[in-house]
C-alpha cells in the first residue's frame, strides 16, 4: 500500500520541540518529503530527500529523518509562527504515483 | 523569482468540463517535472496528476483517471488540467507544484491555488 499515515494533531510548548511522524511502506523505498500550510495559504517545503534538506530560507529550526518505513519531522525550539499543518509526501515508484499523509496540525502553546 | 500562476477555476454544474492553466516562470520551464494537487474545502492534501519534463509521461490518481488531462506547452511555460465530467466531491482548491530537480519526489514550488467548485 502507498498510503501514509500521521497523528491528527500535536502540541507543543512555546520554545519546546515537537517531532511529527509519518508511516508508510512506501518510505522503506522512497524519501519523504514535509510540507507547512498555515490557513488560506499554498504549501511549502520545508525539509525534502535523502539527507532530509531544507530549502533555502527555512529555519533550521525544522529537521527530518527516517528509519524503516517511518518518516520524522523535529521543530526545536518552536516559535509561534510555526502553528500550521504539516504534509508528508512520497512517492510511489512502481505506480508512479504520489502520496501525502493527511497531515497533522501543529499547535504552539 | 519562481513563480506558479494558477487561472481558470470557477463555479461549474455537475458532468460539466473545465481547464485549469498554470503560467511559470522564473526558470527553464523544460527541465522539470509538474503536478496538479488538491485540496478539498478544511481537507488534506491530495496529489491527482503529474507531468514529466521529458518525453510528457502522465500519471494520474485513480480519483481522476479516465476523466482529467494533464499537458503542458514548452512555447507558453504552461501547464494544463482538462477537468471532464465534474462531480460534486471534485470541489476543491487547485494547486499547480513544481517538481524538485533531484529526483527526490518533492514539490518545490507551489502556485496560490484556484478554486474549483462543482454545484448544480
Known amino acids: 500500500s502507498s498510503e501514509l499515515t500521521q497523528d491528527p494533531a500535536v502540541s507543543v510548548a512555546l520554545g519546546q520541540t515537537v517531532r511529527i511522524t509519518c508511516q508508510g511502506d512506501?518510505?522503506?523505498?522512497?524519501?519523504a518529503n514535509w510540507y507547512q500550510q498555515k490557513p488560506g495559504q499554498a504549501p511549502i517545503l520545508v525539509i525534502y530527500?535523502?539527507?532530509?534538506n531544507r530549502p533555502s530560507g527555512i529555519s533550521d529550526r525544522f529537521s527530518g529523518s527516517r528509519s524503516g518505513n517511518t518518516a520524522s519531522l523535529t521543530i526545536t525550539g518552536a516559535q509561534a509562527e510555526d502553528e500550521a499543518d504539516y504534509y508528508c509526501n512520497s512517492r510511489d515508484t512502481i505506480r508512479h504515483h504520489y502520496v501525502f499523509g493527511p497531515g497533522t496540525h501543529v499547535t504552539v502553546l | 523569482e519562481v513563480q506558479l500562476v494558477e487561472s481558470g477555476g470557477g463555479l461549474v454544474q455537475p458532468g460539466r468540463s473545465l481547464r485549469l492553466s498554470c503560467t511559470a516562470s522564473g526558470f527553464p520551464f523544460d527541465d522539470y517535472s509538474f503536478h496538479w494537487v488538491r485540496q478539498a474545502p478544511g481537507k488534506g492534501l491530495e496529489w491527482i496528476s503529474g507531468i514529466s519534463w521529458n518525453k510528457g509521461k502522465t500519471t494520474y490518481a485513480d480519483s481522476v483517471k479516465g476523466r482529467f488531462t494533464i499537458s503542458r506547452d514548452s512555447a507558453k511555460n504552461s501547464l494544463y488540467l482538462q477537468m471532464n465530467g465534474l462531480r460534486l466531491d471534485d470541489t476543491a482548491f487547485y494547486y499547480c507544484?513544481?517538481?524538485?530537480?533531484?529526483?527526490?519526489?518533492?514539490?518545490?514550488?507551489w502556485g496560490h491555488g484556484t478554486l474549483v467548485t462543482v454545484s448544480s
Open positions: 512506501s518510505l522503506r523505498s522512497s524519501f
Open positions: 530527500g535523502q539527507k532530509n
Open positions: 507544484a513544481k517538481e524538485g530537480g533531484n529526483d527526490h519526489g518533492d514539490f518545490d514550488y
